[in-house]
């Protein structure tokens, strides 16, 4: 038989079966599979990496992909400390440092162990050279925002492979240099390296180049309780989108494993979000524009309504109707009422935003009634599903039954009532705006079966169901804990154990 698609790879004979993976090539029998397989294992891929004339090199899929399917798993290029961060984090093995200094350098770490650790040990002696090294209290966001610069620095001299493949990323210089980081660059890295450390390998342009790459390609990782930034060559050509189709989660090691979470059809983009889901329009534009360098222009930033879910909609002062953009891929377009003449200046609403999130944030979270509060203040103001509401709903949900001052035992049939109806409704938004098996929607469905259990308790307890009613209620919540439970293992932190954890806590509070 003559070769062709449908021939083994490896002896060229008529194959029918194939790589069960990527299903991109075919084999005759297991044996010509194993053979074949050291040489297709690092081609092994459900994608493609393809060059777009607006968007660059993106990943496209060269197969139908179920939801579920684990995409890409990659080991990071490097990692380290984020460009601004709060927690002082150990420069060996990145976990939060507390005390601890390195009796070389006095960077932080978080004890001898770290001194010699693979991230540490080449920056040592370049971070060596600062007679007064920064001032690592927790309070100077800026005090490590030059190390990972240098990390990827120093792979020029040792690890020339992993400097190529960094080098070859986007960098979005010319913004940088025309933008407001270039500043916050030039005094907390550029500076610092060239006046401060003496490090003389590399020039201003360079520097900055690798400000802009880390900035634009790098990912931020939850590890050992802390938050670290890492660049993962394949996954950084992923393409932008604010409803994406996959989310990642990263192991111990690091490993960033890329997972869809809903079909991705042949031909069509995987896509990741470098925003936030639970960020409206005017905050998610702004974000990756400042820090990604591009204004996004997916159809849910084109939709004045976010896809129906009215996510930024305020509600008129003169009817109380919807008042949202004319134009929302416009930061300064003027905001109308839908039935009557009132106008919002841009202005206007972005300082309106601004006040509430910071008022959200300064809330006393450790108890309901403060966001409980939140919510009867602006319920004339925003619309049930603004950003801000939904973000006091959900820090709600997650209070509800999960807090001390906050317990299923003491909770009013009310707050019962809202746990569940909130869950609900916050799962219909999860649906639109992040759709699938997403982290979202596992923690919304876990909270909403604990919710059930703890209402159908409390209404049984009260006479005001039946023992045959509470039977429906259990059986709900069975079928969404079973839900919840297939999406959140994909979660280090609830796979390793967190999520057992968490079901003997609720089972304990609900006396199951």
Known sequence: MPEGKNSCEVCRKAAKQFCSSCKAVFYCSKECQKRGWKEHKNNCRCFSI?????????????????????????????????????AIVCLGCHRAARDYRCIRCHYPLCGPQ???AKYHKDECEVLSRVEVPPEFNGASQSALSHVTVLRVLLTQKFDHKTWQLI?????????????????????????????????????????????????????????????VRGLYHTASKMAHSCVANTKH????????????????????????????????TMARRQHLKMLKFFLCECPRCCDATELGTHFSTLLCDECGSSVVSRNPLDLDAPWSCSKCPHVISAKQVRWGDAVLYKELRELDKSS??????FLEKYKKTLHSQHRFFVEAKYGLVKLYGNSPNCRFRDMSRTQ?????NWSRSLLDLSAVLDPGLSLLRGSLL??????????????????????????????????????????????????DGGLNERLSYIAQELEI
């Open 114 to 116: 770290c001194q010699t």
């Open 50 to 86: 393809q060059v777009h004339p607006k968007y660059g090199r993106l990943l496209i899929a060269t197969r139908d992909i179920k939801a579920g399917e684990v995409l890409l798993k990659e080991s990071p290029l490097l990692v380290g400390p984020k460009e601004k961060s709060s």
């Open 416 to 420: 019962l009532e809202n746990k569940v």
């Open 368 to 373: 309901p009634r403060a966001l409980e509060n």
């Open 249 to 280: 989660v990263f192991e111990d090691d690091l490993t960033g494993v890329f997972i869809a979470t809903q079909p991705i059809t042949k031909g069509t983009p995987i896509t990741v979000n470098y925003s936030q889901v639970l960020w409206n």
């Open 446 to 495: 876990f909270e909403l079966q604990a919710g059930i259990v703890a209402l159908a308790k409390h209404l049984l307890s009260n006479d005001i169901i039946t023992t045959e009613g509470a039977k429906d209620y259990m059986k709900e919540a069975a079928e969404v804990l079973q839900e919840a439970t297939a999406i959140l293992n994909h979660e280090p932190d609830m796979r």
């Open 167 to 227: 080098s070859d990323m986007q960098d979005h210089f010319a913004e940088i240099k025309r933008g407001d980081l270039y500043r916050y660059f030039m005094t907390n890295v550029v500076d610092f390296l060239m006046k401060v450390v003496h490090y003389e390998e590399a020039d201003e342009a360079t520097i900055l180049r690798v400000c802009g790459i880390l900035m634009t390609n790098s990912f931020e990782v939850k590890h050992n309780g802390s938050r």
